[in-house]
């Protein structure tokens, strides 16, 4: 009803007729009757610009900026102080009766709104455990104030939802941390209209170098790069801003370019003031390369060899024949283990051997990236019959499924949706729960299960059929009910469609955003020990790839030449970038994000395990495989799980030193942190000792030809360091073995030295 109705009588009497029996009960009505007389009398509030005070676009901005929604406050689960708001906003319906009903609507007064316990606490009038939250009659404080002095109304269906955001500038490189940056932020609205939000947005940096106010300026601390995630109500930008020294005099000093790589990296290290490293020698690359590609170091003898070669084009023709041993179709199979979950207690030693045999053949024979991930994702039948269907053998209930699929062929974390829509990224708990239902179909015929431990219901022993039902669904925690089956950014399933194929043929689309970007990171972080987008399978907005137009052509050329994965190692290891030196200059020394130098890194357990026995020449035994086996070669996590038998030296050394039980789809599970009792066990680790005093292994040889101390001494340093002894280091070593009473022991303690020199556990 108008208010210029003349019909429209909000009198206290009036009022107070709407409650007629008795005196007590009108007296006791009457402050609710002055709420309700001061609510409808209220005039309209207008914002600064005359446009009216919003509950959905204005109120709710605040409650963000003010940070009251964060999960350490009031966004919590539980709330705190016994007031609960929706988790960063998700829920505005939620949020409005919290403020506006909840208690009877203690927290505000609006025929007093200054008295307002909304408006007293967060500007510290009371007792308030969040703090000052905003001043007195700032902005925030006059939205709010607005607001409850208007009648506390909410504008559901009026309000124009946002449809999206825009910062300006999105990206900036900055001379000197003297001069502050303006970020503007523009919203667009359903309704067309924008609007400068600035001052109601949220800004959350990537890295603590930077101080930003509630204007959007932003005023660094320190040099280096941070990217901005910028948010207003449902919608996110990210804004990267790279604050670098000051250098007038800067000239680019590079190698020449080889490729694509090389164009694109330098000219963003040229834009960055960035002087590259020179190529590495080539005893630093030969070492490099068999690392990368086949997960161990060259012995002495190829080392040598290649180093002498004097053919230019021959670290070309080194990467093209390691792509093709057997053994970088190993070392891949390790790393797709890893994320694959393959090991014994869920899909028993045979599913294991087959799995983990599949993935080798796969690798070995140069199979489509592509076409490998549609067999994994549309994979049932016997698990021993049909390797691939063990995918799905591991992870035994749907939302596992649903999360361990979307992080390791899309990279993207969706784990935060389950409970709430995701705080960094735009998946809401609707996307979750229909992507869910992709996979609620998936079930399990056990055919025998002959676990040895009758309590664990997580161990499987035996053959198992992996089959779909399409119909089934998972329920939407939200609203009660089944979720459609969707895939993200897509519009539900046909009924009776098989969501599994579906799935495999949407995801290795060409055009799909997701599987080839994840697939090139993958590689770049093999090969440089980071990905252009870091962690290599958080994919978001809010956390874009350091070098955007890299990526992207990376993923480009990968689709364009049928999913190569051999293809795209190629081209990355023949550019400058990749042979780079790790040895900084002024420029980069800080700098391991835009390959302007390699890197130095541990090596994986794997890798450090199988380098320690082929330069002593001896095997290292595990439970469950044959003498000889190479780390890098075992297919599973335990062979002979530790509770039926004591795990082997080499067993507990791979554990020691960070590989993955494999029981989560994750690269983040493997750990590189260098610990004390790994340092005791290179030391004076009992393995090590025996390997070493092995009268069988490298040394007990060389000492039974008759070779020299000259030779030994250069013989060790190539076998373990890949590379010839300095002037310095061949007279101290020669000097050592001369002035021994026990030449056995004196070269034992020579090659232990060099087993437990930072240089032999690193990949430069």
């Not at 000239?251 to 002087?275: M, Y």
């Not at 049928?562 to 780079?580: C, E």
Request: hydrophobic fraction near 35%.
């Amino acid at each position: 009803m108008p208010r210029n109705d003349p019909t429209f009588d909000v009198t206290p009497q009036r009022l107070c007729d709407m409650f007629p029996p008795s005196a007590s009960r009108a007296v006791s009505h009457v402050p609710f009757l002055l709420a309700v007389l001061a609510i409808l009398c209220a005039p309209t509030p207008v914002t600064a610009g005359g446009r009216p005070v919003s509950f959905r676009t204005d109120v709710m901005a605040v409650l963000s900026t003010a940070g009251c929604n964060q999960g350490t406050c009031h966004g919590n689960a539980n709330g705190k102080g016994g007031f609960k708001l929706s988790l960063r906003g998700d829920d505005p319906d939620f949020d409005f009766t919290a403020l506006a009903r909840d208690l009877s609507a203690r927290r505000v007064n609006p025929a007093q709104p200054a008295d307002s316990l909304l408006l007293l606490k967060p500007t510290m009038q009371l007792a308030h455990e969040g703090g000052r939250r905003f001043e007195f009659d700032s902005l925030e404080y006059r939205i709010l104030r607005d607001w409850i002095a208007g009648g506390m109304r909410d504008d559901r269906d009026t309000a124009p939802s946002v449809t999206s955001l825009q910062v300006t500038p999105q990206e900036l490189i900055v001379n000197g941390i003297d001069e502050p940056v303006p970020l503007r932020v523009e919203a667009t609205f359903s309704d067309g209209s924008t609007r400068d939000v600035t001052s109601l947005a949220v800004f959350e940096p990537s890295e603590p170098i930077v101080d930003i106010n509630r204007d959007g300026i932003v005023s660094a601390e320190r040099y280096g790069e941070v990217t901005i995630a910028v948010r207003y109500l449902n919608q996110r930008f990210p804004v990267r801003l790279a604050y670098i020294p000051d250098r007038p005099d800067y000239v680019w000093e590079g190698p020449d370019e080889r490729n694509e790589v090389d164009r694109l990296v330098f000219a963003r290290l040229k834009s960055l003031k960035i002087t590259p490293s020179p190529v590495c020698d080539d005893t630093v690359f030969v070492r490099r390369a068999y690392l990368d590609l086949l997960g161990h170091p060259p012995t002495g003898e190829e080392a040598r060899r290649f180093v002498e070669d004097p053919s230019p084009s021959k670290r070309a023709a080194l990467v093209e024949e390691l792509l093709q041993r057997p053994g970088f179709a190993e070392f891949q199979a390790i790393r797709w283990a890893d994320l694959l979950r393959i090991e014994e207690k869920t899909l028993d030693r045979k599913g294991v051997e087959n799995f983990h045999g599949w993935v080798r053949q796969q690798m070995a024979r140069n199979r489509p990236m592509d076409e490998f991930a549609r067999e994994l994702i549309a994979a049932r039948g016997s698990t021993y019959a049909s390797p691939p269907a063990n995918y799905y053998r591991a992870m035994r209930d749907p939302l596992m499924r649903a999360e361990s699929t979307a992080q390791v062929f899309l990279g993207l974390r969706l784990q935060c949706a389950k409970c709430h829509n995701h705080p960094f990224d735009r998946w809401t708990q609707d996307d979750y729960y229909g992507w869910a239902s992709v996979f609620a179909g998936v079930d399990y015929k056990i055919l025998e299960n002959r676990r040895r431990d009758r309590n664990d219901k997580h161990e499987f022993v035996g053959e198992q059929i992996v089959w779909i039902d399409p119909a089934r669904r998972v329920k939407d925690p939200r609203t009660g009910k089944d979720a459609p089956a969707r895939f993200l950014d897509e519009a539900p399933l046909a009924d009776g469609e098989d969501p599994l194929l579906a799935l495999a043929d949407w995801v290795t689309r060409p055009d799909n955003p997701y599987f080839a970007r994840l697939m090139v990171n993958r590689v770049w972080h093999q090969l440089f020990g980071r990905g252009l987008v870091q962690p290599i399978d958080d994919f978001r907005m809010t956390n874009p790839p350091v070098h955007p137009e890299l990526l992207d052509w990376l993923a480009e050329d990968f689709v364009a030449n049928g999913y190569d994965l051999r293809h795209t190692i190629r081209t990355i290891m023949n550019s400058a970038v990749y042979q780079l030196s790790s040895e900084p200059n002024d420029t980069n020394a800080g700098d391991e994000t835009h390959a302007s130098r390699a890197v130095v890194r541990r090596l994986d357990a794997e890798q450090l395990l199988d380098a320690i026995a082929q330069a002593i020449g001896a095997p290292v035994e595990f439970n469950g495989y044959p003498p000889g086996t190479r780390a890098t070669q075992i297919a599973g996590v335990h062979a002979i799980r530790p509770r039926y038998k004591r795990p082997t030296p080499g067993d507990e050394f791979l554990m020691l030193f960070g590989k993955p039980p494999r029981l989560q789809s994750c690269d983040c599970e493997r750990s590189n942190e260098p610990t004390l009792a790994q340092t005791f066990e290179l030391i004076s680790g009992p393995m090590v000792d025996r390997l070493l005093t092995r009268p069988d292994n490298t040394l007990g040889r060389w000492l039974s030809d008759g070779r020299g101390n000259e030779e030994i001494v250069r013989d060790l340093y190539w076998t373990v360091l890949s590379r010839p002894p300095s002037k310095m280091e061949e007279d101290a070593a020669l000097g050592y073995l001369q002035q021994s009473d026990n030449r056995r022991a004196a070269c034992e303690d020579l090659l232990w030295s060099l087993l437990n020199a930072a240089e032999f556990s690193l990949r430069r």
